[in-house]
Nanobody, 116 residues
Framework: QVALVESGGGSVQPGGSLRLSCAASGNFFRINDMGWYRQAPGKQRELGAVITRGGSTNYSDSVKGRFTISRDNAKNTVYLQMNNLKPEDTAVYYC??????????WGQGTQVTVSS
């Protein structure tokens, strides 16, 4: 079994910053791609950013230039640094990891609220 545990969500004013973390635990050999997705109320879950094991990254247009995804393979952890947050960034943020043996798994989600 494997698990993903997210942390770092919360409430912030527009223009503020937050850093999300997602740590993988359990019995696994390797994690390939890791990513952050988000789902706003009444909307479908959408990609925020993804990072390969080698460090290549891809961002959605809505977060490009404001968010930075990174990972620490030794700690099996992925991070999302979110700067210049906007009210439209308000959503539940989900971590996703592609485990070599177990396949794709999701975290439980962490709420990010941007409001003045």
């Amino acid at each position: 079994q494997v698990a993903l545990v997210e942390s770092g969500g919360g409430s912030v004013q527009p223009g503020g910053s937050l850093r999300l973390s997602c740590a993988a635990s359990g019995n696994f050999f390797r994690i390939n791609d890791m990513g952050w997705y988000r789902q706003a109320p009444g909307k479908q879950r959408e990609l925020g950013a993804v990072i390969t094991r080698g460090g290549s990254t891809n961002y959605s247009d809505s977060v490009k230039g404001r968010f930075t995804i990174s990972r620490d393979n030794a700690k099996n952890t992925v991070y999302l640094q979110m700067n210049n947050l906007k009210p439209e960034d308000t959503a539940v943020y989900y971590c996703n990891a592609a485990f070599y043996t177990w396949g794709s798994r999701w975290g439980q989600g962490t709420q990010v609220t941007v409001s003045s």
